[in-house]
């Protein structure tokens, strides 16, 4: 019992500090700064990822879907924040350059990471989330928000986020699917891809050799 408390406490503290790095330094090159967000953005990826599979493995649905409502509530608490102090900056997603300034660096990779964070959310835990945004319909339009904001930004995220993003749009039908989507997460899914690694491959009939003398194909 005291491993997945001892989980949760982390897995909290993760989420409510998730911008702890916050600085009022002025980076003047901005190509510099680009370069080390980005480094420090797979970092803090890898960090949500393994933060995600703990919740996964060591609780019990009632308390995965508690801590996901804890989780849910910060997360676009501090979307909407770093929205209200990115939109009455000068930083234009897509156009500007990677920002200067410390306060609009932080209101930046708190939308991005929060973003990817609840992606994993959405994607590991479909039916949870799918309840969850149901309760609070602006969660979902500023996930919508959100998503599309780090789309225009997607110089700074690594590949594998950007591809999260995309199936989270179409999780959530924001998009149209492709043909081919699937969440593999889903347990429907889960049991058919084990269900095909575990089917026996039959083996071929080996051929059966009569026995008696036979005729060959020879010149009489």
């Known amino acids: 019992m005291f491993k997945p408390a001892k989980m949760e406490f982390k897995l909290l503290i993760y ?4 911008n702890y790095i916050s600085t009022e330094e002025t980076i003047e090159n901005s190509e510099v700064a680009e370069q080390l967000y980005k480094q420090l953005f797979k970092h803090k990826r890898a960090e949500q990822i393994e933060a995600i599979k703990s919740l996964k493995s060591s609780l019990n649905y009632e308390k995965q879907y508690s801590m ?3 989780m849910t509530e910060k997360i676009f608490g501090m979307i909407q924040e770093a929205r209200a102090s990115i939109e009455s900056s000068s930083f234009i997603p897509g156009i500007s350059d990677f920002p200067s300034n410390g306060r609009v660096r932080d209101s930046l990779s ?6 990817a964070l609840f992606g994993e959310i959405v994607l590991r835990f479909p039916d949870i989330a ?27 995220l690594d590949k594998s986020t950007v591809k999260l993003l995309h199936l989270v749009s179409q ?50």
Do not use: C
């Not at 989420?15 to 998730?18: D, Y």
């Not at 149209?176 to 889903?186: K, Q, W």
């Not at 084990?194 to 059966?208: C, F, G, S, W």
């Not at 026995?211 to 020879?218: S, W």
């Open 110 to 115: 708190n939308i991005l990471e929060n973003t």
């Open 68 to 70: 996901i409502v804890i």
């Open 171 to 220: 999780e959530l039908n924001h998009v149209e699917r492709d043909p081919t989507y699937i969440n593999p997460y889903r347990k429907e899914n889960l049991i058919q891809t084990i269900n095909e690694d575990t089917v026996p491959v039959k083996k071929k009939k080996r051929k059966e050799i009569k026995k008696g003398p036979q005729l060959r194909n020879i010149e009489l």
């Open 15 to 18: 989420v409510f500090l998730v």
């Open 130 to 156: 799918h309840v969850v945004l149901k309760t609070n319909n602006n969660w979902d339009v500023l996930l919508q928000w959100s998503i599309a904001f780090s789309n225009q930004v997607k110089y700074l």
